[in-house]
């Protein structure tokens, strides 16, 4: 057992590696390395009730202080972990400290990409990844003003329904031709599209940016006065948040010589290229046993049960990295659930019709059921993450009718 674990990155998947590592028994020095000044905390509150200022800042940290200093862990917070010299196993940090290691376990996550375009630097245009991100934002939530969201993903589309219902006159601009493309099926597209324009949300797809306009104020405290399309027309805007997705934060990984191919490239047992270091959440590039081919993925569950993972196998238990991911997003009173990878899917069944404001797509490959999307639709959910993991083979039939369940459609 590794007597000295650092663990770099103070996030989901770290918190839960702190919590398997004593669990199982491991009673050696650990010490957690954190840029942000803060306990380890929940991100998806961010755009939701924590913007919404319905969640209070204490209520975000997974533990505090005291579960930390009980369970001996050593945090070290508010500074970078700048430098892995791998030769001595030592961490250098930002602060000027070193700490030596027989076990490093990075989780570093991942950061908001901001769009090159001209202005993107203005006053008044955000990212949002952690707390901080979200307080400067949360000063611009003043009812009547007008927010321009460049991104229709989840986060763009969370924040769009959290400043609606805040009485924000809200734009999202979408460059593909509908939202969240990248990771819901047309239905489901289509079905989000049309509950934002009902509650107001000015959704517009396969728009083409040219910038961002300042008001006429002396640089640096310029700030953001319109959003510029490519064919020179504007849209005004008193705030712009940008969420156009994230790049792992494999920097330091990179720099050290680690392999890595956009993420910190593991093995299913969360080990990097060098045996004494591990890495586990949004910053690693795993490859999927279910699926049979290398994943990055950003979500809380794979965070949580990476993080584990990562903590078994450093501890010598060894355990292979076996999860059928999932993934939720909730917008307005719309709870949606992703289960599985649809990636390489031959067939698409829906089930229930957008109507109902209830219903779910399914994804088979070769028979499989290999992903479902669930809209308000718990039954679904519930059997989906059961049914994938043991790679059942629905009835097409069964499948389509709404009135079987989804456990019977097997
Ligand atoms: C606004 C928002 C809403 C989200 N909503 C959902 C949701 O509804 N459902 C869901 O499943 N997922 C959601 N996610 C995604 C989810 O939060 C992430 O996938 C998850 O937090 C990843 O965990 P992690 O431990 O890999 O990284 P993180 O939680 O990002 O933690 C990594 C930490 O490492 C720090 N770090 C990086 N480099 C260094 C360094 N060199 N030295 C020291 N520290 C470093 C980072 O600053 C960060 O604090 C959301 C994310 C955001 C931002």
Request: glycine share 8%.
């Amino acid at each position: 057992m590794p007597e000295r674990v650092v663990i770099v990155g103070a996030g989901q998947a770290a918190a839960q590696a702190v919590e398997v590592l004593r669990k199982r028994g491991h009673t050696g020095r650990i010490t957690l390395i954190g840029d942000e000044n803060l306990l380890p905390y929940q991100r998806p509150p961010l755009s939701k009730k924590y913007l919404a200022g319905s969640l209070d800042r204490d209520r975000l940290p997974f533990r505090h202080a005291a579960h930390y200093l009980d369970h001996g862990v050593d945090t070290r917070l508010g500074f970078a972990a700048v430098r892995i010299d791998r030769a001595a196993r030592r961490v250098e940090v930002a602060d000027g400290s070193a700490i030596d290691y027989d076990a490093l376990l990075l989780a570093t996550g991942s950061r908001a990409r901001m769009i090159s375009l001209p202005g993107a630097e203005l006053a008044g245009v955000y990212t949002l990844r952690t707390v901080a991100d979200v307080d400067r934002l949360r000063a611009e939530l003043v009812s009547g003003r007008r927010a321009v969201i460049v991104g229709g993903g989840y986060i763009g589309l969370e924040v769009a329904a959290t400043c609606r219902e805040a009485g924000i006159h809200v734009t999202v601009l979408e460059a593909a031709d509908r939202v969240m493309a990248r990771v819901v099926s047309p239905e489901v597209s289509r079905f989000y599209e049309a509950e934002h324009a009902r509650r107001g949300v000015d959704v517009r797809c396969g728009v083409r940016l040219a910038g961002f306009i300042g008001r006429q104020a002396e640089p640096p405290n310029e700030r953001i006065a319109s959003v510029r399309f490519s064919d020179g027309s504007e849209i005004p805007a008193d705030f712009v948040l940008v969420g156009i997705g994230v790049t792992p934060a494999d920097a330091l990984a990179r720099d050290s010589g680690l392999d890595c191919d956009d993420g910190i490239v593991v093995d299913e047992h969360c080990r990097t290229s060098d045996p004494h270091i591990w890495a586990a959440g949004d910053c690693t590039r795993h490859p999927s046993i279910h699926y049979g081919r290398r994943v990055r993925l950003e979500s809380v569950d794979h965070a949580f049960e990476q993080g584990a993972s990562a903590a078994l196998n450093l501890l010598g238990l060894t355990t292979p990295h076996d999860k059928v991911p999932w993934f939720w997003s909730d917008q307005f009173d719309l709870k949606m659930v992703i289960i599985g990878l649809a990636q390489g899917h031959d067939r698409v069944v829906v089930r229930g019709g957008a109507a109902e404001r209830t219903f779910s797509v399914c994804y088979l490959k070769a028979g499989e059921l290999i992903a479902v999307e669930t809209v308000n639709h718990t039954k679904d959910q519930m059997a989906a993450r059961k049914l994938i993991p043991a790679r059942a083979r629905p009835d097409p039939l069964k499948l389509a009718d709404p009135a079987v369940s989804l456990r019977d459609a097997v």
